[in-house]
């Protein structure tokens, strides 16, 4: 009986291990009871800033419709690749967020997933929508959709500008630029600014958006056709911006791949006197106390085309409850909500706010740097890059160019060389056919 | 008789002369059991939940597409065909093995000459000092270390860089070139995994008694010959397990190559887990990823068996 007693007993810690495993593993999996007044919202983890622009989205819907509950999932990741890897695996482990953040990159990804329920009715009938809708400029609306379906109302975007360092500029005696350079006029600053111990031009080997895309673009060019479903790395546009770039590189004028570990920070350091980047890089600059830069647009080359990325909430097709989830979308992409988020001169906002009127408020703010107006302006002057070159498999596409890229500049491949593998090994990762 | 007599000491057969008492120590042992399974029995369900049945699925997965979001698709072969047309797979697996050999000729050879040199005679602070220097970097996070190391070997702004300078060597490109991001990966892999090496061969040298160096320098044996025909031996089955342990951990290198370089230019300094991640988590092709996964397993499974057939021939056991 005591030998029974045992038995049943060593059974039933096996067994109530086993149960709690397996509960412990198919928690997350559970579904929304409470799905009329809860919505739960995944959201990209990239640091602190993240963390309260979040619960402060959090707290203030709550407030404004008393009664509901927002569930906020952080999703960890170093770049917005990782972040989709991970919200894939978070999807697949059976948990179904009702909006997940995401940027530009990831629009076709969730669309090819079938994953997205497209806003067009919502806009169609909603006037605030609408009132918000006629306030973001055109181009930031089609990097947000496919086809005709719009994905989501953006709430924030980023154009690529160049950064350039005032003192640098004065202490070589060039004029500062005004935007209207030209591809040579461009080298030729840059090699004034290039000595010793500074590079003229640097540009991220990590990221497409902010290091050879622009190039590209002001070619005319693009890495994929106008239906983004084939690779057009071995085109003409392409090859030059590579040319270009890569003789900078050989002229000493830009360091060879990789660039330096911390651009931001060469930069204020006086060791790179312009590069490529987003609005994000003020969230860094302003806070640390440097001021001494501004920005200008990329040179242009045969045309010249604004790139830009823009982020939002888009709604998934498993949400329990749309409407709510469309409630908060639009709360996220609101004046009330964009205007709280301006800042100050030493805490900015780390991106461009989507509307037009809250980018008006930041100017007349006077957060640095002293061209500001440029980056709604570019989009609002200037044809926006498209198609937006973002597959359903951004990450390995971003990744396949960029090992590509290095290759060429740094000296391993010719550009044509290099430009045609790229162009292999992206044909089976852009495609159309699932 | 006697076997399972002596078997039975733990169990207390011996102590039991009477056909009751027997019965009685038949019992406990019977008990004994019970109570050793519900003791393993976490281990056994951790086993079950997270080696085993994560293995069945790679094998099942490697027969199917799917890419996290869609329901699996039922792909056959085509997985393992994919293999023979992956252009890269092949330049992965070269530049894998480089690395994993380099670094483990770098753990065993190098590892031992530090082991040995620290077991001289010297301040004990001093001895504390090298062993602690060598060991910390083993303790810390695999990516922190590459973080530092990513900073350090910058080529433009880099304190590696920077020193080289003073002996006359120029800048050298080490995470932008094909010759110098795998030798990168090598060094910073094996700095962090050599002070393992460097304890376990020390507590191989501490268990080798004293008696017996003495002996042979009673004989006139010099340094040189008193390690390769005393020392050494007695060492070997030290190095047999090091040189399994780093064989499997060589060919699994992820941290350095991922936070370093990205397994870049190209695909030289990339290594087949850091593929493998790339082409489940970045491709969404879970099926294909985990075809390349068995491969690795395949692999590292033949490099061990050759291990020990061949330890029979160098390997001393007292």
Redesign the interface.
């Given at each position: 009986m005591?030998?029974s007693t045992?038995?049943i007993?060593?059974l039933l810690?096996?067994a109530g291990?086993?149960v709690a495993?397996l509960t412990a593993?198919s928690a997350s999996g559970t579904t929304n009871t409470k799905a009329s007044k809860t919505i739960d919202v995944a959201y990209w983890n990239y640091g602190s800033g993240a963390v309260s622009d979040n619960t402060k989205l959090q707290k203030g819907f709550e407030k404004a419709n008393p009664g509901t509950t927002v569930n906020l999932t952080p999703i960890a990741g170093a770049g917005w690749?990782?972040y989709y890897?991970n919200l894939?695996?978070l999807?697949?482990s059976g948990k179904h967020p009702d909006l997940t953040f995401i940027s530009s990159e990831g629009v076709k990804f969730l669309d090819q997933?079938?994953?997205v329920l497209p806003i067009n009715n919502y806009l169609k009938t909603d006037p605030a929508a609408k009132k918000i809708e006629s306030d973001i400029a055109p181009g930031l609306i089609k990097s947000f959709s496919v086809g005709k379906d719009i994905t989501s109302l953006p709430n924030a975007w980023n154009n690529m500008v160049i950064y350039y360092n005032t003192d640098l500029f004065k202490k070589a005696g060039i004029p500062a630029p005004d935007g209207t350079w030209t591809w040579d006029q461009f080298e030729a600053d840059a090699k004034k600014l290039t000595t010793g111990g500074t590079?003229g031009y640097a540009w991220t080997g990590?990221e497409i958006f902010p290091g050879v895309l622009p190039w590209v673009a002001n070619q005319g060019g693009n890495f994929v056709s106008s239906d983004v479903c084939k690779p057009t790395a071995d085109s003409p546009a392409v090859n030059k911006a590579y040319t270009f770039l890569d003789g900078l590189i050989k002229q000493g004028i830009s360091?060879?791949?990789?660039a330096?570990?911390d651009l931001i920070t060469?930069f204020e350091n006086g060791?790179i006197a312009m590069f490529g980047a987003g609005r994000w890089v003020i969230a860094s600059m302003l806070p640390a106390g440097f001021k001494s830069f501004d920005i200008t647009r990329f040179p242009t080359g045969s045309t010249y085309q604004t790139v830009v990325g823009a982020s939002g909430y888009p709604i998934l097709k498993s949400s329990k409850n749309p409407d709510l989830a469309w409630k908060f979308q639009k709360y996220a992409a609101s004046a009330a909500v964009q205007t709280s988020e301006i800042g100050t001169a030493t805490a900015p906002f780390d991106g461009i706010p989507s509307l037009r009127s809250v980018a008006a408020a930041t100017v007349a703010a006077g957060i640095p740097p002293a061209n500001t107006k440029l980056y709604y302006g570019s989009i609002d002057n200037y044809k926006a890059l498209t198609p937006f070159p973002a597959p359903a498999?951004y990450?390995?596409f971003e990744?396949a160019i960029?090992?590509?890229t290095?290759?060429i500049f740094?000296?391993?491949d010719t550009v044509s060389q290099g430009l045609s593998q790229m162009q292999k090994d992206l044909e089976p990762?852009v495609s159309c056919t699932? | 008789m006697s076997a399972p007599s002596v078997r039975g000491i733990g169990g207390g057969v011996l102590l039991g002369a009477t056909p009751g008492g027997e019965k009685r120590s038949l019992?406990r042992r019977?008990?004994d059991g019970?109570?050793a399974?519900?003791f393993l029995?976490?281990s056994?369900?951790?086993f079950l939940?997270f080696v085993l049945a994560p293995a069945i699925g790679v094998i099942l997965l490697s027969f199917y597409n799917w890419?996290?979001?869609?329901p699996p698709t039922f792909a056959g072969g085509a997985n393992y065909i994919a293999l023979f047309n992956d252009h890269h797979l092949l330049a992965v697996f070269g530049s894998t093995t480089y690395m994993a050999l380099a670094i483990l000729a770098i753990n065993i050879a190098i590892g031992l000459l530090l082991a040995v040199l620290l077991e001289v005679r010297m301040p004990r602070w001093i001895r504390a000092f090298f062993r602690l220097s060598f060991l910390f970097p083993f303790v810390v996070s695999s990516s922190a270390v590459a973080l530092i190391w990513?900073?350090l070997l910058?080529?433009?702004?880099g304190l590696v860089n920077y020193w080289l300078g003073f002996v006359g060597i120029g800048h050298i490109?080490w995470?932008?070139?094909?010759q110098w991001a795998p030798v990168a990966i090598i060094l910073v892999n094996s700095w962090k995994t050599l002070g393992f090496s460097i304890l376990v061969y020390i507590a191989g040298l501490q268990g080798i008694p004293n008696e017996v160096r003495e002996a042979a320098i009673v004989d006139g044996a010099n340094a040189w010959t008193r390690f390769w025909r005393i020392t050494f031996p007695l060492l070997s089955p030290t190095v047999f397990f090091l040189l399994v342990i780093n064989t499997i951990n060589a060919f699994q290198v992820f941290a350095e190559p991922r936070v370093l370089?990205?397994?870049?230019?190209?695909?030289s300094s990339r290594t087949i887990v850091e593929y493998i991640y790339?082409t489940a988590?970045?491709?969404?092709n879970i099926g294909y990823a985990s075809t390349v996964g068995l491969t690795l397993v395949l692999l590292l499974v033949i490099l061990t068996l050759i291990q020990f057939r061949l330890s029979r021939r160098w390997t001393f056991y007292e």
């Open positions: 005591k030998h045992k038995r007993a060593a810690v096996a291990l086993t495993g593993c690749g990782e890897a894939a695996t999807i697949a997933n079938n994953l590079y990590t360091p060879a791949p990789p330096s570990n060469d060791k498999k990450t390995q990744s960029l090992q590509d290095q290759l740094g000296g391993n990762i699932s | 019992h019977h008990g019970l109570a399974a519900g029995a976490p056994g369900v951790g939940l890419n996290l979001l869609s990513r900073f910058d080529k433009d702004f490109n995470l932008g070139t094909t370089t990205q397994g870049g230019p190209g695909d790339d988590f970045q491709g969404f």
